[in-house]
């Protein structure tokens, strides 16, 4: 019988050989065989092309094809963009096409320190395009689409005064005027209504976040928030402002990046240390030293923080007490001198403002309008709220309530409210209590604004 | 081939070769015990065994899964670091820069699983051709510590990728196990170095499962494989129930010097049986245990080059998936445990393996074994088919019916559009 004839198998030994052969090849073919490999090539064959002299063709056919990365050990990073990306470096590349195309502007963030992902986003570890792209299955970092990348500054600089994402301050602005602080917090100031946004960049795309401006419903359909009527420019930059919140902390020397010296944090400074008391600013304020409106311009940047480190070495006989400010504090206060020619930053020192316009800033600060309406002049829907299914606007509370009974309400919220009809779910938005947010101050400022918001002669004479 | 047998006569090659390519049945017989790869084998065996259908070649798929996933396994410790925050980055890395890392990674992963489902199957073969009765009782017990072992392997090195599929699979199986009464949550703290899983949890299953359980399965694999030779081979279908046709073959020497080789303790051997029963171990039986590695070769190196292992999100213990699943071959005592924790997560896994050990001592009847599904054996085979649908019934519920909050899903139904992030 054939069982016993072993040569039988010898067909079946061929087979699965060969099966096995070709299963081998093609795992080399798959591993040898990669995307990246022929872009080298690619850059290889232009550097060839482009150059001139026998010396530059040898270097140019002697470039390695091989994996090219940048570890950033500090961030927990490692970028393989380069691998294809060959000439982010090379100005003569630009307005190459892809992937071979010169990154413009990067000598404030050189690669050997940045890598690329930390402000693209993406995957790093990637060799393959749409792996590295990361619009993939398990990724939840694709690259930030190139219209949201000054998202990515807000990581590490402060939104405001920058002068190079001005998109970003602008998406601030949108967000800190339009009252979303009212039910949202972010770094740790803000309502209860709705979700934290500290980390909301990193969670969320572009896409979804627009959809979710111009009707929350549509993406999460439980959503209390009322629709947003942004214009396209503004929703683009609140959308850019969201991205920009992703909750990265950044460890040792990007940190300092965090602190870069901003007028803002000088105006803060020059409040908080009572220059106001010698100085003024815009015609109020101290009279013992200068006025300061326009020192911005006579006197130059060096001057300005020699003055702070050591007053009398550039004023001799000054009266200004050396402060002992650090380098930082220096660079902050020097930048918010040479930025005073924006009159907002300067008459918006809280010491240089009446109790209303005081009021106003704090009303603005705690997000009050995104709730009650720009300058509390109501409007935004309340689904089944008894007060016309909408949250009251604030024009005469100056009539129902005296001030103490208006700071009593702030302070404890109200968080039930009187539905139109009890059979139909409950009004979404409520007033939280502001009372371990809003400081008594504060509180004193805010109730003077609103009282001021009473249209004038318009007494109904209770 | 002129070369070949140069060196097969030089001295070298005789002291590495002894017998070479046999052309004597003497020499095919002293191929066998001279050899150390081989002599675990037989000199003759029964014609019978050559047939695919007498086992179907499950443990010995099983075996060769287990020598890839050794092969594999200690390529990839060449890059895996167990540690919390480098462990995903080794996947990544073998995934795009090392060299045919993927490959690897994707073959270890497939014959894992292959290789659970395979001693799986072989452990029906033993039950439905009763070869699990005396003398074998004892080499039975081996194997459902293997089959322990395998599971054990394949949950250690579930983890491992420390990816979101690794660490939310290795959460529920561990809080399986705490469902066990009194030493339950103990169980789990032993098990995960902790009260949930983090570095030590990795770190420990790493240690198990790249030493202790293939130390253990080594040496238990072995007992197993010398426990056949011991026991007689094969079983084999008492007197008389051989139905396998007797077949005419060439004339063989009657002088057996190779006779004494197979003496063994066993009864069911071929003692006192017609040589006609019996051909050379070589080549018939080598060439078809090769056949059959090439073969097993063949399609895990298929699977590993068509369809890459999973890898998820990196693992984030705030962020639980919906629903979070343990690996496949536990997702029945899952769904069990989503009725009730104690019968589910306890009874019935303790039922089971206590039913298995015993049942070789139960079931002392001696006919049927060597046979499928033997008419006497109605009521075991009944009984042991029931208990084989209900777990594969719940496993493929677990699997593919199971949706957000363990909720029924219609798998072909399309999934709801699920909201971006989590």
Not at chain 1, 91 to 108: E, I, K, R, V, W
Not at chain 1, 119 to 130: K, S
Not at chain 2, 321 to 338: C, D, I, R
Request: net charge positive.
């Amino acid at each position: 019988m054939s069982l016993e004839n072993p040569r039988r198998l010898y067909p079946a030994f061929i087979l699965l050989g060969a099966a096995v052969c070709i299963l081998v090849a093609a795992a080399y073919y798959r591993d040898e065989f990669r995307q990246w490999k022929d872009i080298q090539r690619q850059f290889i064959r232009e550097e060839m092309r482009r150059a001139s002299t026998p010396q530059q063709r040898l270097l140019a056919r002697n470039i390695p094809v091989q994996i090219r990365q940048v570890v950033l050990p500090e961030l927990r990073r490692v970028d393989r963009c380069t691998t294809c990306h060959m000439a982010v470096e090379d100005p003569s590349y630009g307005g190459f096409p892809q992937p071979l195309a010169y990154h413009p502007l990067h000598d404030q963030h050189p690669f050997e320190r940045f890598g690329c992902t930390v402000c693209h986003r993406g995957q790093g570890h990637a060799t393959t395009t749409a792996d590295a792209h990361g619009h993939v299955p398990y990724w939840d970092q694709p690259m930030l689409p190139l219209r949201y990348i000054q998202a990515s500054c807000g990581q590490c600089h402060e939104a405001a005064d920058n002068p190079a994402a001005p998109e970003l301050a602008r998406g601030e602005q949108v967000f800190e005027s339009n009252g979303c602080r009212g039910c949202h917090k972010l770094g740790g100031v803000g309502g209860v209504i709705g979700p934290e946004l500290d980390r909301v960049g990193g969670r969320r795309s572009a896409d979804w976040l627009m959809a979710h401006f111009r009707s929350p419903a549509s993406v999460t359909p439980d959503s209390a928030m009322p629709p947003q009527k942004f214009s396209q420019a503004d929703l683009e930059a609140i959308t850019l402002f969201m991205l920009s919140q992703t909750g990265a902390s950044m460890t040792g020397f990007y940190t300092s990046m965090k602190v870069v010296p901003s007028a803002a944090q000088g105006r803060h400074l020059f409040q908080q240390k009572g220059c106001i008391g010698c100085h003024s600013l815009g015609g109020k304020g101290g009279s013992i030293g200068p006025a300061l409106d326009d020192v911005g311009m006579r006197r130059a940047p060096e001057w300005i923080m020699r003055h702070f480190r050591d007053p009398q070495s550039v004023t001799p006989g000054s009266v200004m007490p050396k402060f002992g400010f650090n380098e930082s504090e220096v660079l902050a206060l020097t930048e918010f001198l040479l930025h005073l020619r924006d009159q907002n930053l300067a008459l918006s020192l809280p010491s240089l403002m009446s109790p209303v316009e005081r009021g106003k800033e704090i009303f603005r600060k705690f997000g009050c309008a995104g709730c009650h309406g720009q300058d509390g002049k109501g409007g935004v829907p309340n689904p089944n709220a008894k007060t016309g299914e909408q949250v009251p606007a604030l024009l005469h509370v100056a009539d129902g309530y005296t001030r103490e009974e208006l700071v009593k309400f702030i302070t404890m919220g109200r968080h039930q409210v009187d539905a139109l009809d009890a059979k139909r779910p409950a009004p979404p938005l409520y007033m939280p209590a502001w009372g371990a947010v809003i400081e008594p101050a504060e509180m004193a400022d805010l109730a003077s604004y609103i009282f001021s918001l009473k249209p004038k002669g318009d007494d109904l004479g209770f | 081939m002129k070369a070949w047998k140069w060196f097969e006569g030089s001295r070298v090659g005789r002291s590495v070769f002894r017998v070479g390519i046999p052309r004597s049945n003497l020499e095919r017989a002293q191929a066998m015990v001279s050899s150390f790869l081989l002599h675990v084998q037989p000199a003759k065996v029964n014609r019978r065994t050559l047939r695919p259908a007498t086992t179907l070649g499950l443990g010995l798929i099983s075996l060769y899964l287990l020598g890839i996933l050794t092969v594999t396994g200690i390529l990839l410790m060449f890059y895996y670091v167990p540690a919390t925050d480098r462990a995903y980055d080794a996947m990544k890395d073998l995934q795009y820069v090392v060299s045919a890392g993927l490959v690897i990674r994707n073959m270890h992963r497939w014959a894992a699983h292959l290789m659970v489902l395979f001693v799986m199957l072989h452990l029906c073969r033993v039950f439905y051709t009763g070869a699990y009765k005396r003398p074998r009782e004892f080499n039975w017990l081996v194997g459902i510590a293997l089959f322990l072992l395998t599971l054990g392997l394949s949950f250690t090195g579930y983890l491992l990728p420390w990816d979101q599929l690794a660490f939310w699979a290795i959460t529920v199986g561990a809080n399986i196990a705490a469902y066990a009464p009194v030493v339950g949550p103990e169980l789990k703290f032993l098990i995960l170095g902790g009260n949930s899983v983090g570095q030590e949890a990795l770190i420990r299953f790493y240690t198990l499962h790249v030493i202790v359980l293939p130390a253990l399965m080594a040496f238990m694999v072995s007992v197993h494989l010398w426990r056949v030779r011991k026991d007689g081979g094969l079983a084999r279908p008492e007197e008389g129930a051989d139905r396998l046709e007797r077949i005419d073959v060439e004339h063989l020497p009657t002088n057996k010097s190779y006779g004494l080789m197979e003496l063994t303790r066993s009864t069911s051997l071929q003692v006192g049986k017609n040589p006609e029963d019996e051909v050379f171990s070589w080549p018939h039986l080598v060439f078809r245990e090769m056949l059959l590695l090439l073969a097993v070769i063949a399609v895990v190196l298929f699977l590993a080059v068509f369809w890459n292992a999973p890898l998820e999100e990196v693992a984030n213990a705030i962020h639980p998936p919906n629903p979070a699943k343990a690996p496949w071959y536990f997702l029945g005592l899952q769904e069990l445990v989503s009725y009730s924790a104690f019968w589910g997560g306890v009874v019935a896994p303790a039922v089971l393996v206590t039913a298995l050990v015993m049942l070789p001592y139960l079931d002392r009847q001696a006919v049927g074994a060597g046979r499928w599904f033997a008419r006497e054996r109605r009521l075991a085979n009944t009984v042991f088919t029931i208990f084989l649908i209900i777990a594969v019934v719940l496993t493929v519920i677990g699997s593919v019916f199971r949706g957000p909050n363990w909720g029924w899903v219609k798998p072909w139904a399309q999934p709801p559009a699920v909201t971006e992030g989590h």
